[in-house]
């Protein structure tokens, strides 16, 4: 008998809670997220374009675990700007890990490069311990520039 009465006692606030929970809901949209594979897919671009784009911060972006998703109206934004500057070229972005590991040097040696200015580099997120990411075109750029200097310092 006690069974019975527990039961209907925990159907009732089971009801009670999907009721309050429709209530609430009621005219809120669900939105679709997507991610950067997805987001480039429906856009016609490499999906390495579009994480250059959420990583500039020219388009707004979620953060979801570890990985940066999409809202409609974010892919609306991004379509824009695809419209505008016809993406071209190579959008590989390295970490300081990879940075050390091309140029066979430390990790804090690179960020120490990064922070002077001798590696253009850009912060993924807001704040100081936000992590450090390098262009690969900016990492070819100081190549060059370490090349040439080697050259004048061997016709001396």
């Known amino acids: 008998m006690k069974k019975n009465k527990n039961n209907k006692g925990i159907e009732k606030v089971i009801k009670e809670i999907d009721e309050e929970m429709e209530r609430r809901t009621v005219g809120l949209k669900e939105e679709k997220i997507f991610s950067v594979d997805e987001a480039a897919s429906l856009l016609g671009v490499e999906a390495d374009y579009i994480l250059k784009l959420v990583l500039e911060r020219k388009i707004e972006s979620l953060f979801v ?19 505008k500057e016809k993406p071209v070229g190579d959008y590989t972005i390295y970490t300081i890990a990879q940075v050390a590991n091309i140029l066979s040097l430390g990790t804090r040696e690179i960020t120490k490069l990064v922070n002077e200015g001798e590696i253009e580099g850009f912060k993924t997120r807001n704040g100081s311990r936000s992590p450090w990411r390098v262009k690969k075109e900016a990492l070819d750029k100081y190549i060059e520039r370490r090349i040439k200097v080697k050259k004048e310092t061997l016709r001396k």
């Open 65 to 83: 675990g570890r990985k940066y998703m999409l809202r409609e109206e974010d892919l609306a934004e991004a379509n824009k700007i695809i419209s």
